[in-house]
């Protein structure tokens, strides 16, 4: 996957120090400054990840989808985070562990049978409208997500935007951490969003699978 | 249970295979009972259309009993159906202003990547189709899992055979869907490109609608004998120069609409359809529009275009300045079943449609795929072919 070729988002050396910083300095301005998912701060009105320039060390991926559901009622979903594996390909658990800050351990599937925990918490949230979580100090991925609910036009419904940032710690361990955190993290991403669309639209997740034991090999067939 | 599977170009066989299972809570299974081979089966049987597996289980016409159900199916074992061969939720914004075939929920999530690229927008799930339309199983086949049963299948009367109720899985509504997307006046000569199962129901539809002329264009003798029996008056392009004969036909104005029902593997002498012959062969994927071209040509300025014909890729030498120029509009697409079930399956009991006259052959399902290499070799005499589990090889 293209983020991973670039090879800005693990790499080490003083180069990448540098982009570290100024990274960073984009991210915290992308995730925390803008009020508004169509607000642009680079010339134009378009949404800030879809800017052809990077974030420093973090690979960031986002999707918009529309779905005929009031924001109320996808908002409850999502704020419930073990909901979440429902829709969420290689999440296998979100245990919420009752922390102040909404807490939450993920267990990521890793190749080779393994698991991966990361622990976040949540940094910002607005009735209805947001929820915008990172991962704890310390964590082997740093991540950053954001999950945005604006009314669509007229009876549409709802226009849910998903931004993830993540980085990983260099060296060969952080590097297959972060792999199995986010193996083509678009690709994913974009599923994710799909499956938490169907979900909320037609209460199941659509599988061409002709039997039940068939259904998971499908899914990651593809994946 | 038998089904008819894809192994290849040109390699279908009638396999044992597993029998579906309700997975999701609206699903369905379906006891085939009546299921046709498609124009659209002949591409993916000639190898054109892309993303087909090993074992697939190909068929998207299909009808029968309502065997098993899910907790949220609105059906009930025992009732006869008719199954469209589009996918649809219902609940998406593209369901609710019924535009069913571009369904946002029926194509799996991880099926999606390929026609978002090719095409901007992931397709919607289609039965026995491709991988890019979900690769779900088809219905030439003893059962079928039918996805969001609440939606998409019709109950159908017993009183009506199989064999008048079954096109409206696809071939009806799709050819009056193609009468209904070239915007038929009263006063309308309209030119409809091949005579294949879709086409005739095109040239049917057309003439309800109330069309004053429909010619009809194809080089088989016995599908333009039908075509004018339906009321036509037809074209033998190997005889007759098209465009020349539509302008005489249509008193040198041009004709007011075309419907093209052709497709990607259109015929003809044409350089450039010589060109795109090649290069579909060695696999560089351009589609042959040549019959669509032909109809650019031959629309009135102001005119209207209808494309039900199935193409997959891109084209090249496209008429675009004639299609500027002339201020023409075109309309296309997979056809939006649900929306034309009920109206259609009323104009079939009245009869005011008929839907039986185009059958030529019935089969077992065990002859399949005897009857997908008659249905390419021998497109003259067979053209239509049902094919009924339930008959003794």
Aim: proline share 4%.
């Amino acid at each position: 996957m293209k983020h991973f070729d670039k090879g800005h988002g693990v790499s080490a050396g003083s180069a990448a120090g540098i982009g570290l910083a100024l990274g960073a300095a984009a991210l915290g301005a992308y995730l925390a400054a803008r009020q508004r998912p169509d607000e642009g701060g680079h010339g134009d009105d378009a949404p800030g990840r879809t800017a052809r320039r990077n974030f420093g060390k973090y690979d960031v991926v986002g999707r918009t989808v529309t779905i005929a559901k009031p924001k109320a009622e996808l908002f409850a979903f999502w704020r419930d985070f073990s909901n979440l594996p429902a829709v969420m390909e290689n999440v296998e658990a979100i245990r919420p562990t009752g922390g102040g800050k909404g807490q939450a351990v993920w267990t990521i599937k890793a190749p080779g049978g393994r698991t991966v925990d990361i622990e976040t918490e949540i940094v910002r949230e607005i009735d209805n409208e947001l929820i915008a979580w990172k991962s704890v100090e310390g964590s082997d991925i740093d991540t950053h997500g954001r999950v945005r609910f604006v009314d669509a036009p007229g009876d549409r419904g709802t226009r849910v935007t998903l931004v993830i940032a993540y980085d990983a710690p260099g060296g060969a361990v952080g590097k297959a951490i972060a792999k199995a955190f986010m193996r083509e993290p678009e690709t994913q991403a974009r599923h994710d969003l799909k499956r938490f669309k169907m979900l909320m639209e037609t209460g199941e997740i659509a599988t061409s699978a002709r039997r039940k034991n068939q259904v998971r090999s499908a899914k990651q067939e593809n994946n | 249970m038998r089904a008819l599977t894809f192994h290849g170009t040109k390699d279908v066989r009638v396999d044992t295979v597993d029998d579906p299972e309700i997975i999701n809570p609206r699903d369905a299974i379906i006891k085939v009972t009546s299921t046709a081979i498609c124009g659209s089966d002949l591409h993916l049987y000639d190898g054109v259309i892309p993303g087909l597996k090993h074992g697939d289980i190909l068929g998207h016409e299909f009808m029968g009993e309502v065997v098993d159900t899910g907790s949220a199916s609105t059906l009930k074992k025992g009732q006869r159906v008719v199954v469209p061969f589009t996918i649809s939720c219902g609940g998406c914004f593209h369901c609710k202003v019924q535009q069913y075939s571009a369904c946002e929920n029926s194509n799996p999530a991880e099926k999606q990547d390929m026609s978002a690229t090719l095409y901007g927008h992931p397709m919607a799930g289609l039965f026995g189709y491709s991988h890019m339309t979900g690769g779900y199983s088809g219905g030439q086949a003893e059962y079928v899992r039918v996805p969001f049963s609440d939606v998409g299948p019709i109950v159908v009367p017993d009183h009506m055979d199989d064999d008048k109720v079954l096109f409206l899985s696809d071939i009806l509504p799709t050819g009056w869907m193609a009468a209904e997307n070239a915007d038929i006046q009263p006063d309308d000569t309209v030119a409809v490109w091949g005579c294949g199962p879709v086409g005739l129901f095109a040239i049917q539809s057309a003439l309800v609608m109330g069309a004053a002329k429909v010619i009809a264009i194809d080089h088989y003798p016995h599908r333009l004998e039908l075509a004018r029996k339906l009321g036509a008056e037809v074209i033998n392009f190997r005889e007759t120069d098209v465009r020349d004969a539509l302008m005489e036909m249509s008193g040198g104005i041009g004709v007011d609409a075309v419907i093209d029902a052709v497709g990607m593997e259109s015929h003809g002498f044409a350089i450039d359809n010589v060109f795109d012959v090649v290069k579909q062969k060695v696999g560089i994927g351009a589609d042959r529009a040549s019959a669509l071209k032909q109809a650019i040509l031959s629309v009135r300025f102001g005119g209207k275009i209808s494309i039900p014909g199935v193409y997959g890729g891109m084209t090249d030498k496209f008429p675009l300045g004639a299609l500027m120029e002339k201020g023409i509009q075109l309309r296309s697409g997979q056809t939006h079943v649900q929306k034309y079930l009920e109206p259609l399956l009323a104009l079939i009991e009245n009869g005011t449609l008929d839907t039986t006259f185009l059958i030529s052959h019935r089969l077992p399902l065990e002859d399949a795929a005897h009857g997908y290499k008659q249905f390419k070799e021998q497109q003259d005499s067979w053209t239509k072919v049902v094919l009924k589990p339930g008959m003794a090889a």
